[in-house]
């Protein structure tokens, strides 16, 4: 096989072709987090009630027995009392509840399988993973590198192509100068 532009562009894009489209996906889920978070979405709100209590009888007791009694089997992150309200926060459920009335919630999150998990690949700093999306981001190169080559003609990257990649490169320069 002849080493070309277009055979390298087509055989690099090939190898990631699925890492491309799970990057491309996550991606814009991670852009509208806001809105809908892959990782951390609302699975389930369940209305409480306890018996009202005052911030000074929040301990780390407390919260042991109420996470027992309210059978959540998630890691404790931290908790918080002011005067008004107590708010619990798990690996996977928040609560809270106004000390006032005893009243509050629990909201249980999950995460959407698969593009959730597909969001880790964005955020992951383990040693082999950065390795590995430096091979990623070096092929992403070659790929735009060859694919500046491969049309001939009235459609080539001298003939029209460079005046798009220079709107490409103009467009998010500007979002840039814009947002800082």
Same mark, same amino acid.
């Given at each position: 096989?002849?080493?070309?532009?277009?055979?390298?562009?087509?055989?690099?894009?090939?190898?990631?072709?699925?890492?491309?489209?799970?990057? =491309?996906?996550?991606?814009?889920?991670?852009?509208?987090?806001?809105?809908?978070?892959?990782?951390?979405?609302?699975?389930?709100?369940?209305?409480?009630?306890?018996?009202?209590?005052?911030?000074?009888?929040?301990?780390?007791?407390?919260?042991?027995?109420?996470?027992?009694?309210?059978?959540?089997?998630?890691?404790?992150?931290?908790?918080? =009392?002011?005067?008004?309200?107590?708010?619990?926060?798990?690996?996977?459920?928040?609560?809270?509840?106004?000390?006032?009335?005893?009243?509050?919630?629990?909201?249980?999150?999950?995460?959407?399988?698969?593009?959730?998990?597909?969001?880790?690949?964005?955020?992951?700093?383990?040693?082999?993973?950065?390795?590995?999306?430096?091979?990623?981001? =070096?092929?992403?190169?070659?790929? =735009?590198?060859?694919?500046?080559?491969?049309?001939?003609?009235?459609?080539?990257?001298?003939?029209?192509?460079?005046?798009?990649?220079?709107?490409?490169?103009?467009?998010?320069?500007?979002?840039?100068?814009?947002?800082?």
């Amino acid at each position: 096989m002849k080493l070309t532009a277009r055979n390298t562009h087509r055989d690099i894009a090939y190898f990631y072709v699925g890492l491309i489209i799970a990057f =491309a996906f996550s991606g814009i889920f991670l852009n509208h987090r806001r809105t809908l978070n892959p990782r951390r979405y609302t699975h389930d709100t369940k209305e409480i009630q306890i018996t009202p209590l005052t911030k000074e009888q929040v301990s780390d007791a407390f919260i042991a027995q109420f996470t027992s009694e309210q059978n959540i089997e998630d890691e404790l992150r931290r908790f918080q =009392a002011t005067e008004e309200e107590l708010v619990i926060s798990y690996a996977s459920n928040d609560v809270k509840i106004n000390l006032a009335t005893g009243e509050g919630n629990i909201i249980t999150y999950r995460t959407i399988p698969l593009l959730g998990q597909m969001t880790i690949l964005h955020q992951d700093t383990s040693n082999w993973w950065i390795y590995y999306s430096d091979f990623f981001g =070096a092929a992403m190169l070659v790929i =735009a590198f060859t694919g500046m080559f491969i049309e001939k003609g009235k459609n080539s990257f001298r003939s029209r192509g460079f005046k798009l990649a220079l709107l490409g490169i103009i467009f998010p320069l500007i979002f840039l100068f814009l947002l800082s």
